[in-house]
C-alpha cells in the first residue's frame, strides 16, 4: 500500500489513509471481518520451515494480513488496527501476552492486560492495564526495564482494583481500552 501525502486533506485527529495498492497487488476486503487481503506478484508463496514450504496463501491466492481496514470515500484503504492482538510498535511485531506474562512476575502484580493506543509517532504504544493493591509505578517501570527490551515496556500504567472481565471470566480488552483511554484524555 502507498499513499501520495496530500496535507490539504489531512485533519488534525483523523487518521491518514494508508492509501492504494502498489506494485501491482490486488487488494481486498473480507466482509465478515473486514481483513486486508492481498493478491499479486509482490508475494510470497510462503515460509521455509522444517525442510517445507509453509503456505501463506489461501486457495485463491490472496494472503489474509490480519490487519482491519475500510475503504474512505476517495476508494483509499484506512487502517483500524489488527484483527488479533499483534502489536506493531516501532516497526517492532509485539504478541501482548508476552508482555503480560513478564509483568505478572512483577511483585505485588495479581493481573495484568496490555492493549496497543494509536501514535502518531510509532504507530502503536503499549498501555497496561495493572490488578494490584500496592500501585507502585516506579517500582513497576524499573521491573520492566530490567525484563523487557525498550520496544517491549508499557509507554503508560492504569492501576485498577480489579480488571474488568466477561461473563466468561476472561478479560475484557475492550472495556480496559476504554478505561485507560479515559485515564489519558
Given at each position: 500500500?502507498?499513499?501520495?501525502?496530500?496535507?490539504?486533506?489531512l485533519t488534525?485527529?483523523?487518521?491518514?489513509?494508508?492509501?492504494y495498492?502498489?506494485c501491482?497487488a490486488?487488494?481486498?476486503?473480507?466482509?465478515e471481518?473486514?481483513?486486508?487481503?492481498?493478491?499479486?506478484?509482490?508475494?510470497?508463496?510462503?515460509?521455509w520451515?522444517?525442510?517445507?514450504?509453509?503456505?501463506?496463501?489461501?486457495?485463491?491466492?490472496?494472503?489474509?494480513t490480519?490487519?482491519?481496514?475500510?475503504?474512505?470515500?476517495?476508494?483509499?484503504?484506512?487502517?483500524?488496527?489488527?484483527?488479533?492482538?499483534?502489536?506493531?510498535?516501532?516497526?517492532?511485531?509485539?504478541?501482548?501476552?508476552?508482555?503480560?506474562?513478564?509483568?505478572?512476575s512483577?511483585?505485588?502484580?495479581?493481573?495484568?492486560?496490555?492493549?496497543?493506543?494509536?501514535d502518531?509517532?510509532?504507530?502503536?504504544?503499549?498501555?497496561a492495564?495493572?490488578?494490584?493493591?500496592?500501585?507502585?509505578?516506579?517500582?513497576?517501570?524499573?521491573?520492566?526495564?530490567?525484563?523487557?527490551?525498550?520496544y517491549?515496556?508499557?509507554?503508560?500504567?492504569?492501576?485498577l482494583?480489579?480488571?474488568?472481565?466477561?461473563?466468561?471470566?476472561?478479560?475484557?480488552?475492550?472495556?480496559?481500552?476504554?478505561?485507560?483511554?479515559?485515564?489519558?484524555?
Amino acid at each position: 500500500l502507498y499513499w501520495p501525502v496530500d496535507r490539504k486533506r489531512l485533519t488534525a485527529g483523523e487518521d491518514i489513509p494508508v492509501g492504494y495498492p502498489a506494485c501491482e497487488a490486488e487488494l481486498g476486503i473480507d466482509p465478515e471481518q473486514g481483513e486486508l487481503l492481498v493478491k499479486g506478484p509482490c508475494l510470497m508463496s510462503g515460509y521455509w520451515q522444517n525442510g517445507q514450504c509453509e503456505r501463506l496463501l489461501d486457495e485463491q491466492g490472496w494472503l489474509h494480513t490480519g490487519d482491519r481496514v475500510s475503504l474512505t470515500n476517495h476508494h483509499e484503504y484506512s487502517y483500524h488496527g489488527r484483527l488479533d492482538r499483534m502489536l506493531k510498535c516501532s516497526g517492532y511485531r509485539i504478541e501482548p501476552a508476552e508482555v503480560e506474562q513478564v509483568l505478572i512476575s512483577a511483585p505485588g502484580v495479581d493481573a495484568c492486560a496490555i492493549i496497543g493506543i494509536s501514535d502518531p509517532v510509532t504507530g502503536t504504544r503499549i498501555a497496561a492495564a495493572i490488578e494490584s493493591e500496592q500501585h507502585d509505578r516506579r517500582a513497576l517501570q524499573v521491573f520492566a526495564k530490567n525484563h523487557l527490551p525498550p520496544y517491549m515496556r508499557p509507554a503508560y500504567y492504569l492501576y485498577l482494583d480489579k480488571l474488568p472481565l466477561l461473563a466468561n471470566g476472561k478479560k475484557d480488552y475492550q472495556q480496559i481500552n476504554q478505561e485507560i483511554r479515559a485515564q489519558m484524555t
